[in-house]
């Protein structure tokens, strides 16, 4: 049985097959870094256990990309040196910078105990906003007896979206749903607002959504009340989108 458990923002505990990856870890207090909206600094939401507890039996780590938000400092310093990282080519030496020594870089995919992880890639944003945002990475984890989970990443709808569930035909996408924007462009989200997560539901008929990235950042525009509300002026059923409070823990038979 897949548990999958959202922690804050996109930082999830996934136990599947047998091993538990850690993914996108943010570890740090609330307020422990810069504001990304010149509203507050981040995260603005506190962690929902305690990072012993969110560390207790991680067998890896997968890291889409080095935003603080997905690999903070906090981060950096709990995490064992020697726990196995997985993150997208360009980014392994600075991960090693601080003190890791099992990295490996996907470049297309790669097998960690019985689970295949394919790498996929992402946009996050549209026009000039993405070139700034840098190179993202979503990931597909696949294991014979657990249903297939595709994680996003930070990323607006596209194309490519469309083919890697074309080609994965997944039963669970997790969706970083914050409609998180830059000041500056403001009109170029950088991330899924409600109405991309409805159209990846809409895309995607056959798999569950659970809806991650919200209520943790200040530039992030969307709210669990918000995506719940659109939700149900849709005619997408509130058991294909979940949207998980902080901490909570989800349980998918294959």
Excluded: W
Aim: glycine share 6%.
């Amino acid at each position: 049985m897949a548990k999958i458990q959202l922690i804050r923002n996109a930082t999830l505990k996934i136990t599947f097959g047998d091993a538990t990856f850690l993914i996108d870890p943010m570890l740090g207090a609330k307020g422990s870094f810069e504001s990304y909206g010149n509203i507050a600094k981040n995260p603005i939401s506190k962690l929902p256990i305690s990072t012993d507890e969110i560390l207790a039996d991680v067998d890896a780590v997968l890291v889409s990309h080095l935003h603080k938000d997905h690999f903070d400092d906090a981060a950096k310093h709990l995490i064992k040196k020697v726990l196995q990282i997985f993150c997208q080519p360009t980014n392994k030496e600075t991960i090693a910078e601080s003190g890791f020594r099992n990295i490996t870089e996907i470049f297309e995919s790669q097998t960690f105990n019985s689970t295949t992880i394919h790498r996929v890639g992402g946009k996050h944003g549209r026009g000039p906003i993405e070139k700034l945002m840098g190179k993202v990475s979503g990931f597909v984890l696949e294991n014979k007896n657990e249903p297939t989970i595709y994680i996003l990443g930070d990323t607006i709808f596209n194309d490519e979206l469309k083919a890697t569930i074309k080609k994965f035909k997944p039963e669970i996408i997790i969706t970083n749903s914050g409609g998180a924007f830059i000041p500056g462009y403001e009109k170029d989200l950088i991330l899924l607002d409600e109405h991309e997560t409805l159209e990846i539901a809409n895309y995607a008929k056959d798999a569950i959504l659970i809806a991650v990235h919200l209520e943790a950042l200040d530039h992030c525009t969307v709210s669990r009340a918000s995506l719940y509300r659109t939700v149900l002026q849709s005619n997408i059923s509130k058991e294909n989108l979940k949207i998980p409070l902080n901490g909570e823990i989800l349980e998918f038979k294959k």
